[in-house]
């Protein structure tokens, strides 16, 4: 971790744009098979036009098309987030709980998403955001051996210490986009190539 803090420590926070919980759930919803950078295009202008719980609550998911439909999977995730900003308003008085299962009894919440709104919003660490560069990243460091993101997590929650578990998130995808990303990785490149059992440089 410190070998990963000195490199990438300017990008241990979100990269997804919000000034509130609520806009980091939606943005993180929407970041589900896309890109950051296209998701923050998209909420530029969502954010804009649906201000606050309430307003999304009243609408209907192809109201939200217009502002989505360049995001994969958007008609479910329109529709979630319509679902979830019911059921915040209706059971939770309006307001984004703080709590993993809060957060996981919202529709198309799963505990990716949880786990990233309770860091990055409530500062809490409840688990590790495991995304598609920490599946990759995991296995060639040889933190895990599985695919599913759930059993990573766990494996990964044992080894790395909880003052740390949500900077590893956000190091491992920096690092992932950087110089190990699933199509290729340059281990010439990478800091972690002295310890890393997957590294093609020679020790």
């Keep these: 971790m410190s070998l990963l803090k000195k490199r990438y420590n300017a990008q241990m926070k979100s990269s997804l744009e919000f000034s509130n919980a609520w806009e980091l759930l939606?943005?993180?919803m929407l970041?589900?098979?896309s890109q950051d950078k296209q998701v923050n295009v998209v909420t530029k202008g969502l954010f804009k036009a649906y201000k606050g719980i309430d307003s999304y609550a009243s609408s209907s998911p192809k109201s939200l098309y217009r502002y989505t439909k360049s995001l994969g999977l958007y008609r479910n995730k329109s529709k979630n987030i319509i679902l979830a900003a019911r059921k915040i308003k209706k059971e939770f008085n309006g307001i984004v709980p703080d709590t993993m299962e809060g957060l996981t009894s919202l529709p198309g919440v799963g505990r990716k998403t949880a786990n990233v709104v309770l860091y990055n919003w409530f500062g809490k660490s409840a688990?590790?955001?495991i995304d598609t560069?920490?599946?990759?990243?995991s296995n060639r460091l040889g933190l895990s051996k599985s695919k599913n993101a759930e059993r990573i997590e766990k494996e990964i929650m044992e080894i790395i210490p909880k003052k740390d578990w949500g900077n590893f998130?956000?190091?491992i995808i920096a690092l992932g986009r950087d110089v190990c990303t699933a199509r290729a990785k340059y281990c010439d490149k990478c800091i972690l190539n002295g310890i890393c059992p997957s590294s093609t440089v020679k020790k």
């Design 133 to 137: 560069h920490c599946i990759t990243v």
């Design 127 to 129: 688990g590790i955001a």
């Design 26 to 28: 939606v943005a993180t």
């Design 169 to 171: 998130t956000h190091l």
């Design 31 to 33: 970041s589900a098979q």
